[in-house]
């Protein structure tokens, strides 16, 4: 099994700025690599979307309404950042983190809240 924790997340005001964290831990990445993570997120009545992802070669892809001002990087290979800039109330959501392992497993965290006021 992985774990995977998300933080980082909280109130903040329109045009402010925040970097969440996700942590992959547990034994079987000592047997399996992380490939591609992915940062979703869910408002309030609306399906899930995917915010960013990043690759083990270190590509990226972004939501168009993100693009500009998110920015997704990955430290080592189980640690990955989303730094979050001019955030929007549109923003407000649920943020989880996505963690797609070389067996084709993926796992996912509980989420972290940010909420941006305007």
């Known amino acids: 099994q992985v774990q995977v924790v998300e933080s980082g997340g909280g109130l903040v005001q329109a045009g402010g700025s925040l970097r969440l964290s996700c942590v992959a831990s547990?034994?079987?990445?000592?047997?399996?690599?992380?490939?591609?993570v992915d940062w979703y997120r869910q408002a309030p009545g609306k399906q899930r979307e995917m915010v960013a992802s990043?690759?083990?070669?270190?590509?990226t892809n972004y939501a168009d309404s993100v693009k500009g001002r998110f920015t997704i990087s990955r430290a080592v290979e189980n640690m990955v950042s989303l730094q979050m800039n001019s955030l929007k109330p549109d923003d407000t959501a649920v943020y989880y983190c996505?963690?797609?392992?070389?067996?084709?497993?993926?796992?996912w965290g509980q989420g972290t809240q940010v909420t941006v006021s305007s």
């Open positions: 990043i690759a083990t070669s270190g590509r």
């Open positions: 996505a963690v797609h392992i070389s067996n084709g497993a993926s796992y």
């Open positions: 547990g034994s079987i990445l000592g047997l399996f690599t992380i490939n591609t």
